[in-house]
T-cell receptor, first 118, second 111 residues
């Protein structure tokens, strides 16, 4: 399958600081990228959808000013958790989907980022 | 009622058995159906991808979709201990919709 690289795989930060997570599609152009959040023993919950060059679309209940998403190119999307709080501690996972060719229709996931806010 | 229902398990079977995992859903707009395998603290890995109704086979894995019943299944033949993981069903409508996931079924294959 297509390769999606997510970095970092884990991060610990102090409360009040910001953390940036990168998601890259390595072998296909990702017209759409998705960001999910997963709490322990829970399923993945979609946070937002981003299309290259457009503003992200956030799911209900997700604060767009807190979770900043940038999808500046067809291979890179970033999620920045601003002014992080302990309740933001979670497993964040990106996925990428292409509009044609490899990755078309299917969604491939990054390895996930475990964020711990202390 | 949640959009996608999936029994969280755990489901424990002996090595070599046939495993049957399934999900039901309520949104008739779903067209694309996927099964992911997720190991602890890792991102989901795509196993099977199916569009609309029908069967799809890939090695030891078979995915079935019955849109009339809003029911999808994943079968694993000759199960191995390495198959022990959480299996998530996921689905979406057309266009660039995000995926809606089931809760995931924790599968344990006993050696």
């Amino acid at each position: 399958g297509a390769v999606v690289s997510q970095h970092p795989s884990w991060v610990i930060c102090k409360s009040g600081t910001s953390v940036k997570i990168e998601c890259r599609s390595l072998d296909f152009q990702a017209t759409t990228m998705f960001w999910y959040r997963q709490f322990p023993k829970q399923s993945l919950m979609l946070m937002a959808t981003s299309n290259e060059g457009s503003k992200a679309t956030y799911e209900q209940g997700v604060e767009k000013d807190k979770f900043l998403i940038n999808h500046a190119s067809l291979t890179l999307s970033t999620l920045t958790v601003t002014s992080a709080h302990p309740e933001d501690s979670s497993f964040y996972i990106c996925s990428a989907s292409g509009g044609g060719g490899r990755g078309s229709g299917e969604a491939f996931f990054g390895q996930g980022t475990r964020l711990t806010v202390v | 009622q949640k959009e996608v229902e999936q029994d969280p398990g755990p489901l424990s079977v002996p090595e070599g058995a046939i495993v049957s995992l399934n999900c039901t859903y309520s949104n008739s707009a779903f067209q694309y159906f996927m099964w992911y395998r997720q190991y602890s603290r890792k991102g989901p890995e795509l196993l099977m991808y199916t569009y609309s109704s029908g069967n799809k086979e890939d090695g030891r894995f078979t995915a079935q979709v019955d849109k009339s019943s809003k029911y999808i299944s994943l079968f694993i033949r000759d199960s191995q201990p390495s198959d022990s993981a959480t299996y998530l069903c996921a689905m979406r409508g057309g266009g660039a919709d995000g995926l809606t996931f089931g809760k995931g079924t924790h599968l344990i294959i006993q050696p």
